[in-house]
């Protein structure tokens, strides 16, 4: 790499660095919520495609949280395994495309999980690719 290159690429990383401590990212708070039949636990495991949030193991009505900033270019993914009774399920529990949401509330219900945002309740139904 020539003299000129490494001077370029420097100035890139430090104009990525500046824009960061310039345009802070918002944080996003996650909350999954066990909605399931009374009794029932919910074994829920979160991950991006940098991070393994582990395995959480939720009581009926109880939740599981975690807080990120999404990434400069609007591609943060996560998501999540769901799993009782024997079955197991997954769903994209945010992504950049889909959500605007910087407190997202989740209630995981069997029919698939519900985005509760103010008065508004959204549910989807859960991924089926594999």
Known sequence: MNA???????????????????????????????YLQNGTDLTVHCKSK????????LAFR?????????????????YCSMQWDGRMHWFNIYTSERDTCTYCLW???????CLVEYKKVTCYSWNTDA
Do not use: C, Q
Request: proline share 6%; no cysteine.
């Open 62 to 78: 109880n939740y599981y949280e975690f807080k990120f900033r999404p990434n400069l270019f609007g591609t943060t993914l996560f």
């Open 50 to 57: 940098d991070d393994d949030l582990g395995v959480r193991l």
């Open 107 to 113: 209630n995981v219900k069997p029919e698939g999980p």
């Open 4 to 34: 000129s290159s490494i001077n370029w690429l420097l100035s890139l990383m430090h104009l990525f660095v500046a824009s960061e401590t310039i345009l802070p990212r918002h944080k996003v708070d996650v909350l999954i919520y066990n």
